[in-house]
């Protein structure tokens, strides 16, 4: 059995980016149906500043994840296993980047320009467009539908070997 | 009444032989005027597709250049249909009953070099305002071309109102630029 543990910084950026998702996820869903009001404005604001931050924790996240090496995985698991397992986390990590990415170009193409928090101002990556803004919505919302999907894998899968293998592979990410 | 000056310099120029300053429209495709708004503390960005100018000016006959400016505010481009159908809408322009804003001159001053200050009286959703427009007129590969940029404040035409109307949703200033080529 391992119990070799990931270290403390990956174990709360986890969970801490896990929150932010699940919350920006929520809030998302709910603000695309809402007609036109300030409410709607204020709602689409913090989305956007959700998906900032949540932009910046994981690029530090990947950083994070490149210099200090993960635990190994349970040696009862065949390589097949291994490798799909690397290949899911591989795709979480391409959409947590990719979803902010297209959140951002999206609103950026609206011609609504990101202020994170009402203080820093993210550039805009480009021109005003309402076609490819349109485009950017539609990957976004495909994206965040693929990403539920793959949380739900991962989830599925860690409750598999918690629970049928049990191999206590969710100790690692245990505080 | 302070315009006194201006509207004898207009009334003068009834008189004038007109022939020297003609009237002309404007290249659509080298004209535009967008403008700049805040959401949330956010800029926001947009445009007018369709407006059409008569302008006659002459640099050494002022008192007879002259300028109206016709925007049809349901060629709005903005970030979305659903903020374009909101922005036409009876809270904002009310397009229906307002479709148009228009901008007539009523003086134009000299500020040195290529710079000038066009006064004039803007209407929006029926309400008219005078305004001062500084303007860089300037002759480019041989047209005549006229630039600048105004802040108006949107609650002075009752653009935005009822939930529409707190700055901390909607900004009160909008910053509006145009740059019109005109026809030679």
Known sequence: MNQEKYNSTAITLHWLV??????????????????????????????????????????????????????????????????????????????????????????????????????LTIPDLVGKDKALAHLFQEIHETLNWALLGLVMLHVAAALKHQLVDRDNLLNRMRW | ????????????????????????????????????????????????????????????????????????????????????SEIKGKSWFNAAAFPKAVFESTAIRAMGGDRFEVNGRLSIKGITRDIVVPVQFRTVAGAQTAEGRLEIHRSDFKVGEGVWADPDSVAESVQVRFKVTLKP
Do not use: C
Not at chain 1, 38 to 63: D, E, N, Q, S, Y
């Open chain 1, 18 to 119: 896990a929150l932010l998702i699940v919350i920006a996820f929520s809030v998302g869903h709910y603000m695309a149906d809402l007609d036109l009001s300030p409410w709607k404005l204020k709602v689409f604001a913090w989305h956007k500043w959700m998906g900032v931050t949540i932009f910046a924790l994981v690029l530090f996240r990947i950083v994070w994840r490149f210099t200090h090496t993960a635990p190994a995985l349970p040696a009862a698991m065949s390589d097949l296993m291994k490798r799909l397992s690397g290949v899911a986390h591989l795709a979480i990590y391409l959409l947590m980047l990719a979803i902010p990415l297209t959140g951002w170009l999206h609103s950026s193409a609206a011609g609504v320009t990101v202020v994170y928090f009402n203080a």
């Open chain 2, 1 to 84: 009444m302070k315009n006194a000056g201006l509207y004898l310099a207009l009334a003068v120029s009834v008189f004038l032989p007109l022939h020297e300053v003609v009237a002309g429209g404007i290249v659509a495709d080298k004209s535009s005027i967008t403008f700049v708004g805040k959401q949330m503390g956010a800029p926001v960005e947009g445009r007018f597709t369709r407006f059409d100018a008569d302008i006659a000016f002459n640099p050494a006959k002022l008192a007879q250049s002259h300028a109206l400016i016709t925007i049809d505010l349901n060629s709005i481009d903005l970030a979305s249909d659903e903020s374009e």
